[in-house]
Nanobody, 121 residues
Framework: QVQLQESGPGLVKPSQTLSLTCTVS??????????WSWIRQPPGKGLEWMGA???????YYSPSLKSRTSISRDTSKNQFTLQLSSVTPEDTAVYYC?????????????WGQGTQVTVSS
C-alpha cells in the first residue's frame, strides 16, 4: 500500500518561498512509470494541478505557475519537494501530493491527506 504524507509550515509570509515535502512509503518514486504531482485547492475553488516530477526525474509545471515553481526529489529519502516562490495570499490553499501513472488526464491512485498553507503577514 502506497502512502503519501505532506509536511511543511502551515503559515508563510507574503513574498517568501513556500516549501513542502511529500514523503512516500510503500513504493519508490523512481518506479516506472509513475508521476508524482503537487495539487492545491484554494478555499472555495477547485483543484489546481501545479506540477509533477516523473519516475525519471523529469519535471513538468503548470504554465500559470512555472515561473514560481520548482519540484525536486531526494531518492535516498523517497521524498519529493515543492517550492513556490513570491507567495501572496492567493496561494493560500490545501496542498496535496498525489501519484498517477501518466502525466495528464489520468486518475490519481494515491493521495496525501493534504496540508493547509496560509499566506499571511
Amino acid at each position: 500500500q502506497v502512502q503519501l504524507q505532506e509536511s511543511g509550515p502551515g503559515l508563510v509570509k507574503p513574498s517568501q518561498t513556500l516549501s513542502l515535502t511529500c514523503t512516500v512509503s510503500g513504493g519508490s518514486i523512481t518506479t516506472n512509470y509513475y508521476y508524482w504531482s503537487w495539487i492545491r485547492q484554494p478555499p472555495g475553488k477547485g483543484l489546481e494541478w501545479m506540477g509533477a516530477i516523473a519516475y525519471s526525474g523529469s519535471t513538468y509545471y503548470s504554465p500559470s505557475l512555472k515561473s514560481r515553481t520548482s519540484i525536486s526529489r531526494d531518492t535516498s529519502k523517497n521524498q519529493f519537494t515543492l517550492q513556490l516562490s513570491s507567495v501572496t495570499p492567493e496561494d493560500t490553499a490545501v496542498y496535496y501530493c498525489a501519484r498517477a501513472d501518466c502525466l495528464m488526464g489520468c486518475e490519481y491512485d494515491y493521495w496525501g491527506q493534504g496540508t493547509q498553507v496560509t499566506v499571511s503577514s
